[in-house]
Nanobody, 127 residues
Framework: DVQLQASGGGLVQAGGSLRLSCAAS????????IGWFRQAPGKEREVVSC????????YYADSVQGRFTISSDNSKNTVYLQMNSLKPEDTAVYYC????????????????????WGKGTQVTVSS
């Protein structure tokens, strides 16, 4: 079974940093697209970043461009989201999701193609 485990959330002051991890299992970590999404209270879920081994693409939402970096460690079957210069508006539950079948193939500004979702990790940024 495909499983994703997101971790690394916590409470941080504005301007601080966190690194989220998405540990994946149940599929071959060669071809995939993994995205990070977030949902704040009262708001819709939004895509934050994505990395695709299908077409080598990455994606960042405008709101995090230049502050967040997505990377992967295939030896650990893990995708990371390094979050720097955090702002209170980054406060949300962060989820990772994966496209393992190539349904979407690349990265998009939506959750298009994502087949499996992990449980979220809470990120709280205080002002």
């Amino acid at each position: 079974d495909v499983q994703l485990q997101a971790s690394g959330g916590g409470l941080v002051q504005a301007g601080g940093s966190l690194r989220l991890s998405c540990a994946a299992s149940g599929f071959t970590f060669d071809d995939y697209a993994i995205g990070w999404f977030r949902q704040a209270p009262g708001k819709e879920r939004e895509v934050v970043s994505c990395i695709s081994r299908f077409d080598g693409s990455t994606y960042y939402a405008d709101s995090v461009q230049g502050r967040f970096t997505i990377s992967s460690d295939n030896s650990k079957n893990t995708v990371y989201l390094q979050m720097n210069s955090l702002k209170p508006e980054d406060t949300a539950v962060y989820y990772c999701a994966v496209d393992v079948r190539g349904s979407g193939y690349g990265c998009y500004s939506t959750s298009y193609g994502m087949d499996y979702w992990g449980k979220g990790t809470q990120v709280t940024v205080s002002s």
